[in-house]
Every structure is written in structure tokens, then in C-alpha cells.
């Protein structure tokens, strides 16, 4: 049984770059055709999809995320990270990382993930 945990600051300033991180257990990243995604939440709004980091590496963004948004793994720890950067008080959310196999998604929806972590909130605010 995969499990996701996100792990985060809690509170940034506005115009820093957050970052995040999703630790897996109980599987591998790197295992053929898993795809370790970002999803957020605002408050009062519905789920967002920010990105996603292949099996292999490859890495595709959100095109409204893309400029300030950055995606990356580290094997030897078995865990996966969100940059964003030049964060304002609308990047406040719950920000979720999730797992699919074998398909390619940029979907936000839950029900479309294998594993989904239980979510992090993030405030920005001065």
C-alpha cells in the first residue's frame, strides 16, 4: 500500500517561493509508469491541478502554473517536490500530492488517483 505525505511550512510571505515536499512509502517513485502529482484547494474553491513528475523523470505543468512552478525528485529519499515561486494571498490552499499508474493525467478530481496524501495547508500572508 502506497502512502503520500506532504510536508510543508505552513505560512509564507507574499512574493517568497514555497516549497513542498510528498514522501512516499510502501513503493517507489521510480517504478514504471507512475506519475506523482501536485493538487491544491483553495479555500471556497474547487481542486486545482499544478504538476506532475514521471517514473522516468519527464515533468509537465499546469500552463497557468507553469512560469512559477517547478517540480522535482530526490530517489535516494524516495520523495518528490513543488516550488512555487513569487507566491500572493491567492496560493493560499490545501496543497495535496497524489499517485497514478499508468496513465498521464491533469486532472484534480480524487477519484482519478491510485493514492492521494492527506493535504498540507499553506497560508500566504504577511
Known amino acids: 500500500q502506497v502512502q503520500l505525505q506532504e510536508s510543508g511550512p505552513g505560512l509564507v510571505k507574499p512574493s517568497q517561493t514555497l516549497s513542498l515536499t510528498c514522501t512516499v512509502s510502501g513503493g517507489s517513485i521510480t517504478t514504471n509508469s507512475w506519475y506523482w502529482s501536485w493538487v491544491r484547494q483553495p479555500p471556497g474553491k474547487g481542486l486545482e491541478w499544478m504538476a506532475y513528475i514521471a517514473y522516468n523523470g519527464d515533468t509537465y505543468y499546469s500552463p497557468s502554473l507553469k512560469s512559477r512552478t517547478s517540480i522535482a525528485r530526490d530517489t535516494s529519499k524516495n520523495q518528490f517536490s513543488l516550488q512555487l515561486s513569487s507566491v500572493t494571498p491567492d496560493d493560499t490552499a490545501v496543497y495535496y500530492c497524489?499517485?497514478?499508474?499508468?496513465?498521464?493525467?491533469?486532472?484534480?478530481?480524487?477519484?482519478?488517483?491510485?493514492?492521494w496524501g492527506q493535504g498540507t495547508q499553506v497560508t500566504v500572508s504577511s
Open positions: 497524489a499517485a497514478r499508474w499508468g496513465v498521464i493525467t491533469h486532472t484534480p478530481v480524487p477519484s482519478f488517483y491510485d493514492y
